[in-house]
């Protein structure tokens, strides 16, 4: 059986572990106002072990598609909970800044 969604151009599969790896290399300023904008760079959003974890976690899936089961469910499930802990390592590695709790709209009378 064929599954469509491992053909998905632009989407998870194939996924571009090259581009994210030299991007985290670079990291280049992603601050909001263009590409001098240093106030944020690319490991504020992103770091190796996010990158090697996300290729691990998308071959798993794969996988899982390709041959759905217990086995590789398991190995999906495994491969979601590592991706999990490095994203939440990476979030408690973060530098001390400006946090937004959220933003609502003015009141009347505001």
């Not at 300023?29 to 690319?42: E, I, K, T, W, Y």
């Not at 217990?70 to 491969?79: F, H, I, R």
């Amino acid at each position: 059986m064929t599954y469509d969604r491992l053909n998905d151009p632009g989407e998870h599969f194939p996924y571009k572990h090259e581009v994210a790896t030299a991007l985290v290399a670079d990291n280049p300023a992603m601050g909001p106002d263009g590409p001098d904008d240093d106030r944020v760079r690319a490991e504020d959003f992103l770091s190796p072990e996010i990158v090697e974890r996300t290729a691990a976690y998308i071959a798993a899936q794969a996988d899982y598609l390709r041959d759905p089961g217990d086995a590789t469910l398991e190995m999906q499930n495994q491969a979601a909970a590592e991706l999990v802990v490095a994203r939440q390592a990476h979030r408690a590695n973060r530098p001390a800044g400006p946090v937004v709790i959220g933003i609502r709209a003015r009141r009347e009378g505001e």
